[in-house]
């Protein structure tokens, strides 16, 4: 039940900030059309229209493939709201609440912490078997909720990576580049989760999860993975 709350409260904190950063954005100036298709640019020597020059897409390779240049997709504009929405989201989700009165909380903690790779897993499979579906059930929808926490982090990361994908790394290689980022992020997470966000709490106010580093990181690469498979599609790509 108190797991329910918080995650009611962290998506009400959450809309809370959507709206006001996308009302910021707003009044920014941000209403301009997404999208502008490329028009010909005549040529003071020549009569004919000159079109520009049309940019590297992408590099194929044996991890998948880079993504086309970035800055040729559609909603390329949307990246800085997407990133300025993402990591409060990101923050709200994985440390808030705090607790309302500390010390009476610390007191009152029990522990679950898991330091056991899939222990998370097992506990899960455990809860089956003694009857206690409902629980089983929130509990593994919180393993994969952590999956998709840090899809957005992998899929941003590579949307806002520079060049037109001729250079750089590889795109096997950038796929753990992103899975490295997203499993030092996640370690620090929990790591603030440990240490009461670094003093805030007296105690370790939340659950410390490996298996959160392991499905965060999971969650990060396959961000990283989908996004050149789904920006190869028509629609993502500027005409």
Do not use: K
């Amino acid at each position: 039940m108190n797991t329910a709350i918080h995650w009611a409260q962290d998506c009400l904190l959450f809309g809370a900030v959507a709206v006001v950063v996308v009302g910021a954005w707003w009044l920014w100036g941000a209403r301009a059309p997404l999208t502008q298709s490329a028009r010909p640019v005549r040529s003071a020597q020549s009569p004919q229209p000159v079109h520009p020059a049309q940019p590297f897409r992408s590099v194929r390779s044996a991890g998948g493939g880079a993504a086309p240049a970035p800055w040729m997709w559609r909603g390329r504009r949307l990246l800085p709201l997407l990133w300025a929405l993402y990591v409060p989201g990101l923050l709200i989700f994985t440390l808030l609440p705090l607790p309302r009165d500390p010390a009476r909380a610390c007191a009152s903690i029990i522990h679950w912490d898991n330091y056991v790779p899939f222990g998370s897993l097992v506990a899960v499979a455990q809860q089956f078997q003694d009857g206690q579906t409902l629980r089983a059930v929130l509990y593994g929808l919180s393993i994969g909720l952590n999956v998709l926490l840090f899809m957005p982090l992998g899929a941003l990361g590579e949307a806002s990576r520079p060049g037109d994908g001729a250079h750089g790394a590889s795109g096997a290689r950038r796929l753990w580049v992103w899975a490295g980022l997203g499993c030092a992020l996640s370690c620090l997470i929990e790591f603030a989760q440990w240490t009461g966000l670094f003093g805030v709490v007296p105690c370790t106010y939340r659950v410390v999860d490996i298996d959160d580093v392991i499905t965060n990181t999971l969650g990060t690469y396959l961000g990283a993975w989908l996004l050149p498979r789904l920006v190869r599609r028509s629609w993502f790509m500027r005409g």
